[in-house]
Structure formats: C-alpha cells, structure tokens
C-alpha cells in the first residue's frame, strides 16, 4: 500500500488524511487480479451500474477483471489543490469535483488527478530545438515573479487603467489571464521564467507550479526557469525536487545543471540556426541567484553568485565561444531573478523604464558582472524587485584613467513583476503588472527589449540594446523620465 504524500487538509488541522493506493506491477497481475477501472467523486446518481463500490471522502470506484492489458485501467493517482488547479501532464485528468473532507473554508480543495494506461516514457518527448526565424529573429517572453499559491491567493493592490485601486479579488486567475493575453500578443518563440513563480510558505508547490506552466504547455511554447527566493521558502517547499516536476513537463528545456556548479538551475541554452542547420546563433545562459540569508550587514540580505557558478559559467562560454569565434554577430544573454550588486550602482545610465524601490541584492559583491563584461554578454536580466522595469548600463573606466569612457558593458535589465499574488506598489504607488519582451536579430547582431503591460495594446519602453553585436547607448529621450540627470538624482540607491 503506497500513500500520495500530501495531507489532504494541507496541514491545516491537527488529524491528517492520506491518499493510500494499492499498487502491483503489471507483469504480476493474473486473470484472478481486479484493476481499477474507473473512479468517481461525489454522488454517483442514478448511474444503475452497481458495481460501484464506496470508499472514504466522497470517492466511488469500479473495478474488473484484469484482461491482459492495462490501457484502461487507472494506474496513477495524485492531489492537486484548488478551484483553480490544472494537470498540465500528459494523459493526466484533473477531476472537477474535489474530495468530500471536513476542511475549513479557506483550505483550498483537493481534488483527484488520475492517469490511465501507460505513461509515455518521456512525458516530454525529444528537448525541442530553439531555431532563429527564417528572417533570423528570435523572441523571448520572460515572465518573473508570479508568486502563485496553493489556491486561488488574494490580490491586495490592483489597479484599473486609470489607475484607481480595485477591490481585493482573487490573484492566481488573473495573472493566468494576464500571461495568456501577453503569449497570444507576442507568440515568444521562448518564455523564461526568472524565479518566484511561487509565494513563499505554500502548502503545495506542485499545484502552484503546474497554475504557471500550464498557459506555455498549453500554447505549445518551449520554456526554461530559474529559481527565486520565495520557491523554496517554507515549511512544506520543494527544493530540488521543484526541478524535477519542471523537467519531466511538455515543452520544458528546464535543467539541473552541473553538480560542480553550487544551486539548482545553473544551465545554457542554444538558438540554432533554422532547420536542418545546427549551427548555434546565440546562448541564453540561466543561473540560480539562491535566496535570503542571515546578516548582520544588510536586511534583508542574500546569497552572491558562488565562485563555482562562475568559474562553470567562464569555462562553459570559453568553450561556447570557440564554436562561433568567426561570428561577430553571435549575441549571449543571462538570466537570474535576484539582481547583482551593480543594479544598485549610483552612475549607472538608465533606459526605458524607472527604479521605483531600492535595489534588494546580496550585500556581498562576488563580481560575477566582471565576468560578463569579460565573457562578452549583451544582458543580464533579473526579477525580484517587482516595480523596477528599467534597462542600464554601468560605465567602464579604462586603466589609468579618471574618466567613463565609451567602453559599454552589459546591459543590467529588470523584467519587472507579472503575478497578481506579489505585490506591484511602492508606498502609496500602486502600478500595472508587467513582462519583459526580447528580440535577438540573429542575422544582425541585434537586441532589441520592450515590456508589455495590463491595458495596453502597445509595446512599452522599446529599446535597441545590441546593434550590429555591438551593446549601443540609446538617447536619453527613450526613457521614462525627463533626462539622465533627472533620473540619477531622484532614483539612486546608495
């Protein structure tokens, strides 16, 4: 007898309920065995069929003879929680009726998922390859800090699009729908998801997790994902475990990375050339940024990138490198979700959006931006500080002189936060929800960035990043604010 390990009253009480399974293998079965044919929840009405057999929390089941094949039998079960739940895994059916238990009524319900047959043997089938457009663009959606929850959650700061506060209202749905309008706009060849996809202290990671893949699976569209602070934040959270949900899902490029390399998600990505070519035309590096940490220093406080993330992360892209070294136009890009020390930098030149909060990063600079600026990437982007969206550049100083020069280094780029269960205000501001669009010209060298809001049809802040595999400074007159001066003096963080 194997037990689905999760409490059905979601550790909210103090008795406890299990799911408890009777499991043989297939080839031990005989003609004398009896297989579970079907399962119901709830009353069973006037179904005549009286083969149906009751048993605790509102379940009814069926079962025969056992013929030699188990094709139509149930041969798995699991719990997922909430009105809102979805099974993003093949051959998976999520029932609509959730167990009869005796919760209170904030628990989010449980309700049976079940597989019949066979499990295909690689549930994610063969890794889909990335490959450039026949004109050679390449666009990415990256979508940070969902912060979804066991349940629907609660939106404490919405706004209409005049800006007037709106009534608390459920979250989880509307980011769903806010992340489906966004996909059916843009049609991303590639979503990267930059950490928080779950709120911190949630009874069950994989109910959540499955709310925010389940748009992308749905829509065909491969995806890979870092991990935030918050994922792993809890009594009851995943660690590594996370991962492994994320990997065995349709369409993901998710990995565990290199045990060498310290964290969960330390991994690259290729953009091919279009088929049958498997020339790489661009890398998408993820790395996992870790979360808080006690300080006496700063609070809160986190984690740097490890020196064996970037000593994996220089000798990955000097072997990259040597692939496409005649390449010019060959553009990298970074993704974590919690922002490197020089986000945070007082001369930094800021484009296309605002600081609306102080940069939250590791008080410990680790250098890892001197490795990039070394290694040749255009961006880096990040999450984490939900109202901050902007793009900057932090100007190099040549040895032995006292003045920036035209030397650029990386992009440093926020995403800006896409969940409604997060928060979106600063003080008394409240602001939209918001993605981060990027578009690699791989025939040009190109980069371009916007963001994507609630309520606007629009794109938002465009930038040019990257020209001709050159990063290039747009003019001021790009961003939100009324000049560069005006920006440094009313948004540095010291």
Request: proline share 6%; aromatic share 8%; with cysteine.
């Amino acid at each position: 007898m194997a037990a689905v390990k999760k409490d059905l009253f979601l550790h909210s009480a103090k008795q406890s309920a299990w799911l408890h399974v009777a499991r043989i293998k297939e080839t031990d079965l005989t003609a004398d065995d009896l297989v579970l044919a079907d399962i119901r929840v709830g009353e069973l009405g006037d179904d005549p069929d009286k083969s149906w057999e009751s048993r605790p929390g509102g379940i009814w089941i069926r079962r025969s003879t056992y013929a030699g094949d188990t094709q139509q039998a149930v041969t798995q079960f699991d719990v997922l929680f909430g009105s809102d739940a979805v099974d993003p895994r093949p051959q998976w059916d999520i029932m609509q009726q959730s167990l009869q238990l005796k919760t209170k009524s904030e628990v989010p319900i449980a309700r049976l998922s079940i597989l019949k047959g066979r499990p295909e043997a690689k549930p994610n089938g063969p890794r889909p390859a990335l490959r450039a457009n026949a004109d050679g663009k390449f666009k990415i959606l990256q979508i940070s800090d969902t912060h979804m929850v066991t349940g629907v959650g609660i939106c404490k700061d919405a706004i209409d699009g005049d800006g007037k506060a709106l009534p608390e209202s459920e979250a989880d749905p509307l980011t769903v729908i806010f992340l489906g309008k966004i996909l059916d706009e843009e049609k991303p060849d590639l979503v990267i998801l930059t950490g928080d996809q779950l709120h911190h202290d949630i009874p069950d990671s994989q109910s959540a997790l499955f709310k925010v893949v389940a748009p992308l699976i749905e829509r065909s569209i491969p995806w890979a994902a870092v991990f935030g602070n918050h994922d792993s934040e809890g009594d009851y959270a995943l660690s590594k475990a996370q991962m492994s949900i994320l990997e065995d899902l349709p369409f993901s490029l998710c990995q565990s990375g290199p045990e060498h390399a310290e964290g969960v998600g330390n991994y690259y990505l290729q953009i091919l050339s279009p088929a049958p070519s498997r020339t790489p035309l661009s890398t998408l590096y993820l790395l996992d940024s870790h979360g808080q940490i006690p300080s006496k220093i700063h609070n809160p406080d986190y984690d740097p990138i490890k020196q064996s993330q970037i000593d994996w992360f220089t000798s990955t892209s000097q072997a990259l490198k040597k692939e496409h070294e005649k390449d010019s136009t060959h553009l990298s890009l970074a993704f974590l979700h919690i922002p490197i020390p020089e986000y945070g930098g007082r001369n930094l030149i800021t484009r296309g959006g605002k600081r609306r909060e102080p940069t939250e990063g590791p008080s410990f600079n680790s250098h890892f931006y001197d490795t990039l600026l070394q290694e040749g990437i255009s961006a880096l982007a990040c999450g984490h500080d939900h109202v901050n969206d902007f793009c900057a550049l932090l100007p190099q100083k040549q040895k032995g002189s006292t003045q920036n020069v035209s030397q650029l280094g990386p992009w440093l780029c926020y995403g800006g936060g896409g969940g409604f269960g997060g928060y979106c205000s600063y003080g008394r501001k409240k602001f939209h929800r918001r993605t981060r669009v990027w578009e690699i010209d791989t025939s040009t060298g190109g980069l371009k960035t916007w963001k994507r809001l609630e309520y606007s049809e629009e794109k938002v802040d465009e930038l040019a990043l990257v020209e001709g595999g050159e990063v290039v400074c747009p003019p001021a007159e790009a961003d939100e604010s009324k000049g560069l001066g005006s920006l440094l003096k009313n948004y540095v963080v010291s």
